[in-house]
């Protein structure tokens, strides 16, 4: 089980060691030859395992990646890259020395992958492959990569490559550090996987006695098990081998599970089943081939295609909402069936009309049976004349009005983006009505299983869903984005599924910006809908039934509804009904721009940001910067933010998992100690410290100068029962240091040498690249500096891996030799767009007051305005405040005159 180490340095409090060691003396001035300030940045062997201060019979050594360099290929000086939540980049932007013309769409993505040189990606050749190639309608190909290790696919690793005028210039999607599993032979198989699940789901709630004609209308295999590498909520340190279990234990549910494939373990599991109803109003509990069973004549005889029947022929009804409409259907004989065979899509040549059909639009009746139980049963809608029902009141206006819209939607995704059918290559589109629960109560919902929609009956909270053209188009979209982004039905990609479902619905049914208006019985929600874009909150209290977030400050966290799938779609809701009011924009350019960023730009993993990135791109792709940056300013307004770390969104930190321990030095300052609780376990180094250690987030490396002024580094390994340390030989070539701190992700390593200089070091383990950053104070004057630093003194790197905090020691002299002498924080920006910034001119800020972009200029504050001469700033560390707090948490730090200094 991976840790995490959480607290450093309970060190020297009392006495002001390290932190302000280098305040009391300052270090002298030097001068340093080149070589040494270098790193031994290649890898070398660490301490035996006789060595091992507690004692263990073997060192288990697992090298962080970052210290293996990787080959340098292709080099990408001019990409922008954007980080997510968890540090790794998720859009690269630009062209590097591979994004030539294209030859081979898959092979060119893949080296235009390995150029960008992903962070946390040993071998980008080996471990993606290209998937899928689409080429959009203004000529540039987008190409789906599947992160895989070592031919395994790593769940929920995907990325696009983009190409602008014929040349790979564009990366977006999200994927894993390369996993660090030493066996990928499951000890338990995919057949013991399955029974697993079975167990789970309880052998009375799976059904047996399938037909042949419902295996044959259902495609897809009741159990299937995939060998997967997978992530539980997606934490990037802990990769498990497992197995993905798709079961459909009867018709209509769907359920995703994933078992460890070492242990047997259920790990997590979902309902993949996308209804229309969700969350805290939950009432309940692509498109196939089909062979349909017919109502047989008097002498029990199945109608037989001949040649007199006289296709596709119009039929006509009166729909649930009262309106006679016409539409497609099928005769055969005396016999009318509600088939439309009239689209393009239909294929003549492979169909048998009209029990075999390819290409086309059925609906069928449940005989108010559940399709969850052994006795389900189903017909197709038949009538002796081409009118199918003469009253809204009839059971034949439920068929009609499942029909219509299931045909209004096929149209509007073939008319207004040249879609084929709910899979794009022309496949059956079905349709249930009298639908039932499976204890035989009329169902209040609606759901799409990926193989059909299907339509309850409603009670109590809804009509029959069948009268809601939005709820059918809802559901078909769930069809059409499994098709493309596949988004995963969990937290907040789930969330996208469920929102793009909505989007698409009401564009179906554009006559208002809600959805279930047409079904909701009276007086049961506030605003007579289900859901509304225009106002998630719905006339509902905060956190009501019919509520949900609109701004990203009101999300939803629990494990609700999947992670809140229906509940969190309120917040990609608004930002769409933004959009499409936008003055700029409105409903026929927002929709194209929508169907793009689904097709061409989402992953199955996305979150709100990366929609927030597919939307701007595809606006841009579409339309050019208005659209685009009024999709900017709707993503803005609901709190889904783009720069990084992104304030109140991309600064939400995910607690790592595992046991809590904590780094501390003795008094002596001559061992590093590790504890547990209030148990020291032993010590991890014994040769002296002279820097407070710095740790990855995952806790697996520990950085620090020891008294030798030389840099170490210690891997961590933890495991059920133990913690394993490796101390390896000094990180540094000379011992000219005084303090080091490693980046979260254990890229980048900042160093300070015992020298009386302004300087920062900045050391890229990955690729060997150093860079040398001088010190300054801003002022509030665009490009005017101070130059009074004299020297830093402890450092921090942020989560985004592009900022060091860090103080510094200033001091200010006059004309009649009088000094001002304080100490000060600053935050120095020394990585951006894939490299690092300017070493004389880099980017630094206090923390009170961050770049302002919109004003195009930067202001700053001074933080401790006031202090008096000695009073210190403590152990700073980086930390996360729910809006509208902001700052650093120091402590009061005991000064040598007994007093304590005050730190705001």
Not at 275 to 291: F, K, L, P, T, Y
Not at 301 to 320: Q, R, S
Not at 470 to 483: A, L, P, Q, R, S
Not at 647 to 669: A, E, F, M, P, R
């Amino acid at each position: 089980m991976m840790k995490r180490i959480i607290l450093l340095a309970l060190l020297f409090a009392s006495i002001g060691a390290f932190a302000q060691s280098a305040k009391k003396t300052p270090p002298a001035k030097k001068t340093f030859e080149p070589w040494q300030l270098k790193l031994n940045i290649p890898e070398k062997a660490g301490v035996p395992p006789a060595e091992n201060p507690f004692g263990l019979p073997t060192v288990k050594r697992t090298p962080l990646p970052v210290f293996t360099p990787q080959p340098s290929g292709a080099t990408a000086p001019n990409i922008k890259v954007t980080r997510g939540e968890n540090g790794l980049p998720i859009l690269f932007e630009g062209q590097t020395n591979v994004s030539g013309e294209t030859a081979d769409p898959g092979v060119d993505a893949l080296n235009y992958l390995a150029s960008l040189q992903p962070a946390g990606i040993t071998e980008p050749l080996l471990e993606f492959v290209a998937k899928s190639v689409e080429t959009d309608e203004q000529g540039n190909l987008h190409v789906r990569l599947e992160q895989q290790y070592r031919g395994i696919p790593v769940f929920g690793g995907e990325v696009i490559a983009h190409t602008r005028d014929g040349k790979f210039a564009l990366l977006n999607g999200r994927y894993f550090p390369t996993p660090q599993l030493d066996n990928i032979a499951p000890a338990v198989d995919a057949g013991r996987a399955v029974d697993q699940v079975r167990q789970d789901i309880g052998p009375d709630n799976i059904k047996t006695n399938w037909t042949t004609d419902e295996l044959h209308l259902f495609k897809a295999e009741r159990f299937t098990a995939e060998l997967i590498v997978y992530h539980h909520e997606d934490q990037l340190n802990h990769e498990r081998l497992a197995w993905r279990v798709q079961a459909r234990p009867n018709l209509l549910r769907r359920l995703i599970y994933f078992v460890d494939a070492q242990t047997g373990e259920v790990i997590h599991h979902y309902d993949f089943t996308c209804a229309i109803d969700g969350g805290r109003h939950e009432a309940a509990g692509s498109g196939s081939d089909v062979r349909i069973e017919y109502p047989t004549d008097a002498n029990c005889h199945p109608p037989t295609a001949t040649a007199n029947y006289l296709p596709p022929v119009t039929g006509n009804g009166i729909d649930l909402l009262g309106v006679n409409r016409s539409f497609g259907a099928w005769q055969n004989g005396s016999n009318f069936y509600l088939e439309d065979a009239g689209k393009m899509m239909f294929n003549s040549t492979a169909s048998t009309m009209p029990g075999d059909p390819v290409g086309v639009i059925v609906t069928l009746d449940a005989l108010s049976t559940s399709p969850e139980n052994q006795n389900f049963n189903y017909t197709v809608f038949t009538s002796g004349s081409s009118n199918f029902s003469n009253s809204s009141g009839s059971n034949g206006a439920k068929a009609v009005s499942a029909h219509y819209n299931s045909i209004l939607s096929y149209d509007y995704f073939q008319n207004i983006h040249g879609r084929k059918s709910i899979d794009g290559e022309g496949g059956n589109i079905l349709a249930f009505v009298n639908v039932t629960e499976g204890n035989g109560t009329p169902m209040e919902n609606a759901f799409w299983n990926g193989d059909a929609m299907w339509y309850g009956n409603g009670g109590s909270v809804f009509k029959p869903l069948a009268r809601g053209l939005d709820v059918g188009g809802h559901e078909m979209t769930h069809g059409v984005i499994e098709k493309t982004a596949n988004l995963i039905y969990q937290g907040e990609s789930g969330a996208l599924n469920e929102s793009f479902a909505d989007v698409f619905g009401v564009m179906i049914d554009p006559n208002d910006w809600k959805v279930g208006e047409d079904v909701m019985q009276n007086g049961v929600s506030p605003n007579g809908c289900l859901r509304s874009l225009q106002d998630p909150h719905n006339g509902d209290v905060t956190n009501g039934q019919w509520w949900q977030p609109k701004h990203v400050n009101e999300k939803y966290t629990g494990s609700q509804d999947n992670g809140g799938v229906h509940i969190n779609s309120g917040i990609p809701n608004h930002a769409f009904y933004l959009f499409a009011t936008n003055a700029a924009v409105g409903n026929a350019k927002a929709e194209k721009v929508y169907y793009k960023a689904l097709r061409d730009y989402l992953v199955k993993s996305s979150k709100f940001v990366d929609c927030r990135i597919a939307v701007i791109q595809a606006a841009s792709d579409l339309y050019g910067n208005a659209v685009a940056n009024a999709a900017a300013s709707a993503f803005d307004q609901v709190g889904i933010l783009g720069s990084s770390p992104g304030g109140n969104y991309l600064g939400q930190l995910q607690v790592n998992s595992g046991d809590d321990y904590i780094l501390c030095v003795s008094n002596d300052g001559q061992n590093l100690d590790i504890a547990f609780g209030n148990q020291v376990l032993g010590s991890i180094y014994t040769q002296g410290l002279l820097s407070r250690p710095s740790v990855t987030d995952n806790g697996s490396q520990i950085v620090f100068v020891n008294e030798q002024g030389h840099i170490i580094t210690i891997d961590m390994v933890y495991t059920p029962t133990d913690v394993l340390p490796t101390v390896n030989p000094p990180l540094s070539v000379s011992p000219v240091w005084r303090s080091a701190a490693i980046s979260k992700d254990g890229r980048y390593v900042a160093a300070l040498t015992n020298n009386d200089d302004n300087l920062i070091y900045v050391f890229d383990l990955l690729f060997g690249d150093q860079e040398a950053f001088e010190l300054y104070n801003p002022t509030y004057s665009t490009g005017q500096t101070t130059g009074e630093v004299q020297f830093a003194d402890v450092l921090e790197f942020d989560y985004s891996g592009e900022y060091i905090m860090y103080d510094a020691f200033n001091q200010l002299s006059n004309s009649q030799g009088q000094d001002i002498s304080y100490w000060d924080i600053g935050f120095l920006q020394f990585w951006e767009n894939g490299g690092f910034t300017n070493g004389v001119n880099a980017f630094i800020s206090s923390p009170d007051l961050p770049r302002t972009q919109s004003q195009q200029h930067y202001q700053y504050l001074h933080p401790w305005t006031g202090c008096q001469q000695n009073i210190t700033v403590g152990q700073r560390k980086f930390v996360h405040f729910q809006p509208p707090a902001r700052g650093l948490v120091c402590r009061w730090q005991p000064q040598p005159d007994g007093r304590y200094g005050r730190a705001e």
